[in-house]
């Protein structure tokens, strides 16, 4: 009677591991299917880049067709204001503020799945779907990625990209060298997300690569 107790008493727990098992993998299974969903959500709220959408409400010239060409906040002041410049750049952070603070919030906290989450309302801010795939360069909603993740270091980059603009007095190269600076001292302080902050900073240089070549063909035409 002892042996077939204890038989069954191992078949039992085998069978409870199993199930463990399988229940975790389930788990598993289910959350990153709700990540890539995620993934999704996240571009397509980037595709609304706030100044386009601002202009289709507010019957104004598509941002794109103007100006420097480009749907972010600095052409919006150019084109129409101060007060459409801001509404411009607080939704544009707020929009890549929420999407990656949603995503600590609802899911377990994952490096890899919050840098994926926070390129794809970048990416989709800079190729929205509903807009033909053009929209801005992406400077405040990466700000607002971010605030979402390391506040501190956003704000002492916020604060490079001022000073930057005060000297040169144009965004783009402002945008340039924040994005030089930011992931060089997540290295040094050894920030969690050091690495979402070398890929945005790499977006950041390849969405201003217009800007790259305009200053390389202004210094040589200067040194000629």
């Known amino acids: 009677m002892m042996v077939f107790e204890l038989k069954g008493r191992m078949i039992a727990e085998d069978l409870t591991d199993r199930d463990d098992f399988l229940n975790q993998t389930s788990i598993m299974e289910h959350s990153i299917l709700f990540s890539l969903l995620f993934l999704v959500l ?8 706030t100044a386009l959408v601002i202009s289709r409400f507010q019957g104004l010239n598509d941002p794109r067709q103007a100006g420097s ?8 002041m150019r084109l129409y204001g101060k007060s459409i410049a801001l509404l411009t750049l607080l939704g544009d952070v707020f ?21 994926l989450t926070g390129l794809a309302v970048i990416l ?26 390391s506040w501190g270091l956003a704000l002492f980059t916020l604060f490079c990209w001022l000073i930057a603009l005060f000297i040169t007095r144009i965004s783009g190269h402002a945008a340039l060298t924040a994005a030089l600076i930011s992931p ?13 902050w070398l890929a945005c900073s790499l977006v950041l ?14 210094k040589k035409s200067f040194a000629e």
């Open 124 to 149: 989709g801010h800079i190729y929205p779907i509903f807009f033909q795939f053009k929209g801005g360069k992406g400077v405040a909603t990466i700000l607002g990625v971010m605030l979402a993740t």
């Open 42 to 49: 996240a571009y397509l709220l980037g595709s609304l880049p």
């Open 205 to 218: 240089v390849f969405s201003h690569r217009s800007n790259i070549k305009q200053l390389i063909a202004s």
């Open 184 to 196: 060089t001292v997540a290295f040094i302080l050894d920030d969690p997300f050091t690495l979402l």
């Open 95 to 115: 929009k890549g503020f929420c999407v990656v603070w949603a995503y600590q919030v609802w899911f377990e906290p994952n490096l890899l799945w919050i840098t």
């Open 69 to 76: 060409g480009n749907a972010g906040a600095t052409n919006m």
